[in-house]
T-cell receptor, first 113, second 116 residues
Framework: GEDVEQSLFLSVREGDSSVINCTYT??????LYWYKQEPGAGLQLLTY?????DMKQDQRLTVLLNKKDKHLSLRIADTQTGDSAIYFCAETKWAGGYNKLIFGAGTRLAVHP | DAGVIQSPRHEVTEMGQEVTLRCKPISGHNSLFWYRQTMMRGLELLIYFNNNVPIDDSGMPEDRFSAKMPNASFSTLKIQPSEPRDSAVYFC??????????????FGDGTRLSIL
């Protein structure tokens, strides 16, 4: 999606932290989401953040939101091989009656020993 | 609890044939979405239903595509006639929507469609 931009690839060593970045365009987005897609599977909701928050932490996951710069990041602490997947950032856009999800192209995270 | 269930998981057929994809949303969810995922275009919303009524079908590529939701627990996406460029992974997602609310969408595992 042209409205949401992500880097396409990230490689990290097992045990290190991963940071996946995303920029979005709609300043009125009420919620911003992170989804994870493993090979051959659907999109799994990881976490989401309400637009009036700056940070949300959920176990190994930390989401940071900078509304001024329209920047969202997902930090994965102690990255494991099972975290290898594609991570999608999504913003919500009011589509005249409902909130539509606009997805980025996804960041492929590769975790190596 | 069962998630969103899609069938078939894989479909291979020859161009010109009719293809029907099926989706069972999560029980209690009142919103249903059909998406298409390709390498070139990423994730695209095809159609959105709320309370079984199509609300936004602006993403449906052309008249060859149609979607129905006869009841709260079942939806179909049909392609007739199919073409090779329809090859993609098709996802169904559901959520519970209420005025002022924004519940997350939950996705099925998708149908991988190959048109030869």
């Amino acid at each position: 999606g042209e409205d949401v931009e992500q880097s396409l690839f990230l490689s990290v060593r097992e045990g290190d932290s991963s940071v996946i970045n995303c920029t979005y365009t709609d300043s009125s987005s009420t919620y911003l989401y992170w989804y994870k897609q493993e090979p051959g599977a659907g999109l799994q909701l990881l976490t989401y953040i309400f637009s009036n928050m700056d940070m949300k932490q959920d176990q190994r996951l930390t989401v940071l939101l900078n509304k001024k710069d329209k920047h969202l990041s997902l930090r994965i602490a102690d990255t494991q091989t099972g975290d290898s997947a594609i991570y999608f950032c999504a913003e919500t856009k009011w589509a005249g009656g409902y909130n539509k999800l606009i997805f980025g192209a996804g960041t492929r995270l590769a975790v190596h020993p | 609890d069962a998630g969103v269930i899609q069938s078939p998981r894989h479909e291979v057929t020859e161009m010109g044939q009719e293809v029907t994809l099926r989706c069972k949303p999560i029980s209690g969810h009142n919103s249903l979405f059909w998406y298409r995922q390709t390498m070139m275009r990423g994730l695209e919303l095809l159609i959105y239903f709320n309370n079984n009524v199509p609300i936004d079908d602006s993403g449906m590529p052309e008249d060859r595509f149609s979607a129905k939701m006869p009841n709260a627990s079942f939806s179909t996406l049909k392609i007739q006639p199919s073409e090779p460029r329809d090859s993609a992974v098709y996802f169904c997602a559901s959520s519970f929507s209420r005025p002022g609310g924004n519940e997350p969408q939950h996705f099925g595992d998708g149908t991988r469609l190959s048109i030869l």
